[in-house]
């Protein structure tokens, strides 16, 4: 059973970074994608980052030149480094997987993923 697991959520003033973690498990093939999503209250759910396992990957561009996705393939982490954050960053963030499935390539598209973490609290402050 595949587990995701985010960490690294936190409160900051504009301008600020954070890096959040998710710990992924339950893997059994190495053909998946992860990516990060997050939800503002009232609105939907939005790609954020993904990263394929060929190394493909996409950025909202609400995010470009802002933040950046990796993973430790050693550790089984998904990174997502958030620099320059803006107020309208304040979100819930998810960590996701598609997996055993099929999935468009670096997809951003909630309706590809199957697995997903709990969420960790994003709040950027003006």
């Known amino acids: 059973q595949v587990q995701l697991v985010e960490s690294g959520g936190g409160s900051v003033q504009a301008g600020g970074s954070l890096r959040l973690s998710c710990a992924a498990s339950?893997?059994?093939?190495?053909?998946?994608?992860m990516a990060w999503f997050r939800q503002a209250p009232g609105k939907a759910r939005e790609g954020v980052a993904a990263l394929d396992s060929d190394g493909t990957i996409s950025y909202a561009d609400s995010v470009k030149g802002r933040f950046t996705i990796s993973k430790d393939k050693v550790k089984n982490l998904l990174y997502l480094q958030m620099d320059s954050l803006k107020p309208e960053d304040t979100a819930m963030y998810y960590c996701a997987a598609a997996y055993g499935g099929s999935w468009s390539p670096a997809s951003l598209m909630l309706a590809d993923y199957n697995y997903w973490g709990q969420g960790t609290q994003v709040t950027v402050s003006s």
């Open positions: 339950g893997f059994h093939y190495s053909s998946y994608c």
